[in-house]
């Protein structure tokens, strides 16, 4: 199975359609839930908000009469069933009408100022209730009539007029019970707060009311102290005990305030009552603090028991002044509870028969691709290996545009270029085999022919022998090029170059011949500066060379060869020209000009040409620069090469021990 791409497309293919199924399954189910969780959440935050405002409304009135119209107001804003029962269930309040739904066995909650659930009123954003649980909103005896309160206010107006000539920002807030208190900006120092000396020394101390309500408390407390054989507490208008510094009421907190009027500091310095803020809300429901706000540092079972006897005297001393406990019931309007996912064997059915069905598909799909994909690729494997088994190998169809298509049309393309270089490949062997032959052919005759006295080792015989070796040695020196270029071996020193100066040796160097076969020879000035050039200057004049004696050997006497060299109209290369007013090239030779051992003259005659190499080394030579060669022609008008190289800034010339480093291997 590993080795079938039909097998694997086909596993691939369901196991795709499977985790498809899964995932898709999956994230139906999270989505579900997380909508359903998002949903409980905001249920839980609108709960919290109602609790929140009936527990108030509890904490500040005896009792439940009159809570129709905050219940259906409430009702109205939530969208919801809201309906309040004694806990015997007798009705206290409902915002539906008669004769709606039975109200469920469950109670969302229970209303009761001196037993808070933590848990919903945190969730309202409300203040923290005390560790007695006690609602912060409810103070009973301790609410303030108006005079004692508009007293307390002017004091503590003052005290922050004088706060405000120190520079500490602060405000007068009143608390739940309606005594005033000072509100400090947050970041001062309580020590700064201390040394001002303003006189707020009356909001520390209780007033008559405050005393009335505060000697009935500690009567209650010493009394559960007594039925625990424990002596009797002092209680602090904080409710603390003992020797115990009075702290801070919790409504004195510390937020940023606007400045207002400000009075002389008093001489004689007072403690101030915000030594010690807290950051709180800004709306202050509290009036009275429990007592484990105020001993939170207690640990001894002494001070335990006191903090119990506490909770319980003010639980007993608030009962009458708050409503009684009261069940709490909060549903959509007609009744509905919240729909959950029920995974039922029918739906569990449907949801398999849906997979298998999705399965199905797939797979039949991935079997009809598969065996249209399969077919090409097993007609190009019997084409390879047919080809690799030297037979000739015909084309293998090309059915459709797509990637088999073009993957058959590439191996079509291939198929016939190596059928064309294994042909050249032949053909080269044969031809180095005749070019080698004939030098070889020579200087052996010779040589066996002055071996057998024929012929006179003379001046004239040596000098034929060098020449024949000469061109023997210039074939194996155009082959090793040739090789070398082939195999990425070689060696380029490039370096700038005079391009004019250049061509005008080239020029000399092949005078002597031009003149022999009675052709022109020369070089054309540029008609404007030549942008710079960086190249190899032997393998440049050997190019450039090759073209030359090239075209002297095509033209006929009287003839023109021309070498000039020219910039690009947008000047990022240097073109060189050579050009002829020789025979010409045949347009169906041109593009073969320069093949190797390619030769117009198919007799492979040296009286009409060489080795059929020097074109192509010239290509190579300037492939390796990073340039082009090549050629037009008309035939019997002449022919032009053309050698194109890319131009460069001229670099600085290295004369260090590293200069060989600028040696570019091709």
């Known amino acids: 199975m590993r080795k079938s791409l039909f097998a694997r497309l086909l596993a691939v293919s369901a196991l795709v359609a499977a985790c498809s199924v899964a995932a898709t399954a999956w994230l139906a189910v999270q989505t579900t839930s997380g909508a359903i969780r998002q949903e409980q959440g905001q249920n839980l935050a609108a709960d919290a908000r109602i609790y929140h405002r009936l527990l108030g409304y509890a904490a500040a009135h005896p009792t439940w009469d009159g809570v129709g119209a905050t219940v259906r107001e409430l009702a109205e804003q939530s969208g919801r069933r809201i309906a309040l029962t004694t806990q015997s269930r007798a009705p206290l309040a409902d915002s539906a009408a008669r004769g709606a739904a039975a109200l469920p066995a469950q109670v969302s909650a229970v209303v009761d100022p001196l037993s808070v659930d933590t848990a ?57 019970s309606g005594r005033p208190l000072i509100r400090v900006v947050g970041g001062n120092d309580p020590d700064r707060i201390r040394g001002t ?115 319980t005297a003010r639980r007993e001393q608030l009962s009458s002044y708050v409503a009684s406990p009261a069940l709490l019931f909060i549903g959509d309007p007609g009744g509905a ?42 007609a190009l494997t019997g084409a390879a290996q047919r080809m690799r088994d030297g037979e000739d190998t015909a084309p293998v169809v090309v059915a459709a545009d797509n990637e088999i298509g073009r993957l058959a049309a590439a191996f079509n393309d291939m198929s016939a270029h190596r059928a064309r270089l294994e042909a050249q490949r032949k053909a080269m062997v044969s031809d180095v085999a005749h070019e080698l032959r004939t030098p070889l052919s020579n200087i052996r005759g010779w040589l066996e022919a002055a071996q057998d006295g024929v012929a006179d080792p003379d001046p004239d ?56 076969a009675g052709v022109a020879l020369g070089v054309r000035p540029p008609d404007r500066p030549l942008p710079p050039l960086t190249a190899d200057p032997v393998r440049l004049r050997q190019a450039v060379g090759n073209l030359v004696s090239n075209a002297v050997r095509h033209t006929p006497a009287g003839g023109e060869v021309t070498l000039r060299a020219y910039g690009s109209e947008d000047g990022d290369a240097v073109l060189l020209d050579v050009a002829d007013t020789g025979s010409g090239i045949p347009a169906d030779d041109l593009a073969r000009v320069f093949d190797r051992f390619w030769r117009g003259e198919k007799s492979r005659s040296r009286r009409t040409g060489g080795s059929g190499l020097g074109l192509a080394i010239v290509r190579k030579l300037a492939e390796a620069h990073g340039g082009t060669a090549t ?28 200069a060989d480093a600028m040696n570019t291997t091709i």
């Open 631 to 658: 050629a037009v022609s008309t035939p019997g008008e002449g022919s032009v090469f053309t050698l194109r190289f890319p131009a460069g800034e001229t670099p600085a010339a290295d004369t260090g021990p590293d």
């Open 337 to 378: 509870t919240v729909p959950g996912f029920d995974l039922s064997p029918a739906n569990t059915a449907r949801i398999a028969g849906a997979a298998a069905l999705v399965l199905a598909l797939t797979v039949g799909a991935s079997v009809l691709v598969g065996a249209r994909l399969v077919r090409p690729l097993r």
């Open 197 to 311: 000396g303003c006189a707020v020394d009356a909001l520390d101390t209780p007033t008559s009311t405050e005393r009335k309500a505060l000697n009935a408390l500690n009567q209650l407390a010493d009394a559960c102290l007594a039925r625990q054989g424990r002596d009797g507490v002092h209680l602090a208008l904080g409710l603390s005990w003992g020797q115990a510094a009075e702290p801070v009421p919790a409504e004195a907190v510390p937020v940023p305030a606007a400045p207002m009027a400000t009075m002389p500091p008093t001489p004689v310095p007072s403690p101030a009552p915000t030594e010690a803020p807290r950051a709180e809300p800004s709306a202050v429901p509290g009036a009275v603090p429990g007592p484990g706000d105020q001993q939170a540092a207690a640990t001894g079972e002494n001070d335990r028991a006191v903090a119990s006897c506490v909770g």
């Open 461 to 516: 015989f040596i000098a034929f022998l060098h020449t024949e070796a000469v061109q023997l040695q210039h074939i194996i020196d155009d082959l090793q090029d040739l090789a070398q270029a082939d195999a990425g071996a070689l060696r380029l020193h490039p370096e700038p170059v005079a391009v004019p100066e250049l061509l005008g040796q080239v020029a000399a160097a092949h005078q002597a011949r031009a003149d022999a």
């Open 120 to 176: 919903l009123s945190a969730g309202a954003g409300a203040a923290g209730t005390t560790t007695d649980r006690v609602d912060p909103r409810a103070v009973g005896p301790f609410r303030l009539p108006a005079a004692e309160r508009a007293g307390l206010r002017r004091t503590a107006e003052r005290g922050v007029a004088c706060l405000g000539d120190f520079g500490i920002a602060a405000d007068v807030v009143a608390g739940a």
